[in-house]
């Protein structure tokens, strides 16, 4: 627990608030390869986290282990205090959001029908079956989803007739119309221009400032560097946690990714620039 403390948020005295999403010395195997091995961190309500590392350093195993998808093979993940075997299922996707790396859309179904199968309105796989009751309150849900993901204006649109950007919009938008506490997202800026990709972070800063919890894998460390709080694995462990300055330096970097690089502030950010 010390040890949970120091690597999260050593100035901020409620480290691990009640609602938070907790590791600890969480370890899991993916096939027989121990892919996380020991790794702690907290997620807060409210904040940013970017989970960082190079190619197979465990990031995409962790985020599983979060949302319960990957079984944990020794240490615990709890939600708000209980570990998270202890929620039901449902009560489970309630409270946490996944957007996948590659996340399949229905091709042929509308923006809207898609957006509203994060109210749990059916499965695309199974086909779109109509949730029952639908209330007033779902409209509501997936009617803000598409104001605050930009997606309003293609919600009659068919998902074959987006391109990348509006899709994975369009995913995001689904993600939120369930009113999750946190959204654990899987490289969601993958394959973005560089526009599409700030638009993306700009969402969800937004959804962080009224009270979502995010832990999304980035690969891009000058977009990681918008984050309130990363956590860098390397190897299946925690190379360093804490906020972008004290996890962005030249040596942790190095460390991890085997590269030289420098670490300037430019404005209000850090901006990572490799020297090779
Ligand atoms: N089913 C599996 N069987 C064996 N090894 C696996 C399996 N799934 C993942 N691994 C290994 O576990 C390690 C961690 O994989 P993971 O996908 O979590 O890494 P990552 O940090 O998300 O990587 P990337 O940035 O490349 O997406 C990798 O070395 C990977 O090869």
Redesign the pocket.
């Known amino acids: 627990m010390t040890d949970l403390l120091h690597h999260t948020a050593p100035r901020q005295p409620e480290a691990t608030p009640r609602d938070a999403l907790v590791a600890r010395d969480v370890h899991v195997q993916?096939?027989?390869?121990p892919?996380?091995r020991g790794v702690s961190a907290a997620f807060r309500p409210g904040v940013f986290s970017a989970v960082i590392?190079?190619?197979?350093?465990?990031?995409?195993?962790?985020l599983r282990a979060l949302l319960g998808l990957n079984p944990v093979t020794g240490g615990e993940v709890t939600l708000a205090g209980r570990p998270l075997n202890a929620w039901s299922r449902a009560q489970r996707s309630r409270q946490l959001a996944y957007l996948a790396?590659s996340e399949g859309l229905p091709d042929g179904a509308r923006v809207r029908d898609v957006v509203a199968l994060g109210r749990g309105a059916g499965d695309w796989r199974f086909g779109l079956l109509p949730r029952t009751p639908w209330t007033p309150a779902d409209e509501a849900a997936v009617d803000a989803a598409l104001d605050r993901t930009d997606t309003r204006r293609f919600e009659d649109r068919r998902v074959s007739e987006l391109s990348g950007g509006e899709r994975q919009r369009a995913a995001l938008a689904r993600a939120l119309a369930a009113e999750p506490r946190f959204l654990l997202l899987d490289?969601p800026t993958n394959h973005l221009d560089l526009a599409y990709a700030l638009d993306v972070v700009r969402y969800l800063r937004c959804e962080v400032a009224g009270g979502l919890g995010v832990v999304a894998?980035l690969?891009d460390l000058n977009l990681a560097a918008r984050a309130d709080h990363l956590v860098l694995?390397c190897g299946?462990r925690v190379q360093a946690s804490g906020t972008p300055h004290e996890v962005l330096t030249p040596e942790h970097l190095h460390a991890a990714y085997g590269l030289h690089v420098n670490v300037v502030q430019h404005a209000d950010r850090l901006l990572v620039i490799p020297q090779d």
């Open positions: 993916a096939g027989s390869f892919a996380v590392g190079p190619n197979g350093a465990g990031k995409s195993t962790l790396q490289e894998v690969h694995l299946g």
